[in-house]
């Protein structure tokens, strides 16, 4: 039996070997809010943002956030799937000092946390896609680029200044090549770096929502900005307006007609006075969403415009999956588009679960992400012992815009940075690369 000891001087004599935690790491954000004597900005609670974000901006601009497809089933399974994988911690590891940081594409990022790409960021604060870029290059956190934005590409970038930067594209339809070569042209100079293709939106799903409030932001001009800031386009577009030979009784036959719709005086007068921007919003959407789908051999078209990595978004499949490795892309965000497109669809952490796990997938050079459901840190955590390399963030910073504009979306991106921290930590881990499916408890009725 070991000697018990008692005297101060033996104890402090075994004191251990330690570390001492990072006060730059993400977690310290917590101990700022304690150590301020003072609420912070506003709620740390996912749930707390959304109900804020709500009071902030008109209804029929929350509810295009917000809302989703149909019953909203898909988006209510992203949601309640995570709770069918249960992290299980390990306990005396030393996990004060802990690396979150990730490489995707050759380049190495602080986290696995990117901010989405959400389009109209006007309709929730005036500050826009520019409060977004800079809160981003704030918080070190990359910036992915919507088409549907309501700042140009180039003022984006000068926003966005030295921070990590993406591009989404809203793929136009396969007789406008010329102004998908634009995009790029423009998103290439101006060091977006990454080509994020969203696959899931050729045509808008049914969304009870926007359609009881007769509202799609993009036919006000809302989302229109970069299409209308695009050369190649303005082009197409003055020449189409040359074209148009029709007798002057038809087009105001038209006018008067698109003049009557409203049914309040105030409304026509609105339309009249914008007739010019939405005449060109409507052109620009016949070219984003025309309802003419890609195809697979269609990705051949990129890869020839675009000289760096190309990842798909959209994808829910492992047979997807495949036929992205087969077509030499670079990466796969696994995502139904936060439950806005198709209702009743697989949860996307499911999904990811399915693929994360198929044989080819994990011998193949694919890069994983994962959208459509992220909430808080664990959720983080989930998504990468499932496969994923970094996970995508959307609804919960465009609260935080609408709350407070650049600080919200600081505030809302500390706050995940921080819990995906201190989760890691109380997860027993190092590193976000020590998480794997060891890591998970699954229900009986998790897809793995």
Known sequence: MAKVTTSISEVTQQDQPYDIPDPEAPSAYQRDIYSAFRKPLFSTKPLEWERLAKAKVPTANFGYVQGSASSCKTYAANLNAF???????????????????????????????????????????????????????????????????????????????????????????????????????????????????????????????????????????????????????????????????????????????????????????????????????????????????????????????????????????????????????????????????????IASIDALAEIGADAKVKDSSLTLLFDSGIRQGSDVLKALALGAKAVLVGRPYMYGLAIGGRAGVEHVLKCLLADTDNSLANCGKKSVKDVSREDLQMRRDAKL
């Open 83 to 345: 709770d069918r994988y249960r992290l299980r911690p390990s306990m005396l590891v030393n996990a004060t000092r802990r690396d979150l940081s990730v490489e995707l594409f050759g380049t190495k990022y602080a986290s696995p946390i990117l901010v989405a790409p959400v389009g109209v960021q006007k309709i929730m604060h005036a500050d826009a896609e520019t409060a977004t870029a800079k809160a981003c290059e704030k918080v070190g956190v990359p910036m992915i680029l919507s088409t549907a934005a309501t700042r140009t590409i180039e003022e984006v970038a000068t926003a966005n200044g030295a921070g990590d930067r993406w591009f989404q594209l809203y793929w136009p339809k396969p007789q406008e090549e010329a102004i998908t070569a634009s995009l790029l042209r423009r998103a290439k100079a101006n060091g977006f770096k990454v080509l994020v293709v969203t696959l899931d939106t050729f045509t808008l799903a049914w969304r009870p929502e926007d359609l009881d409030n007769s509202y799609l932001p993009f036919l006000w001009g809302d989302g229109c900005q970069i299409g209308h800031s695009d050369p190649v386009f303005l082009a197409k577009y003055e020449e189409m307006q040359r074209n148009d030979t029709r007798p002057l009784t038809e087009k105001l036959a038209e006018a008067w007609d698109v003049l009557k719709r409203p049914g309040t005086p105030a409304g026509a007068a609105w339309l009249l006075a914008n007739a010019s921007k939405i005449k060109k919003s409507r052109a620009w959407l016949d070219v984003m969403n025309s309802g003419t789908y890609r195809e697979w051999d269609h990705l051949k078209t990129l890869q020839r415009l675009w000289d760096g990595p190309i990842v798909l978004k959209g994808i829910q499949t492992v047979a997807d999956a495949h036929k992205a490795i087969e077509y030499g892309i670079d990466g796969i965000i696994v995502s139904n588009h936060g439950g806005r497109q198709l209702d009743g669809a």
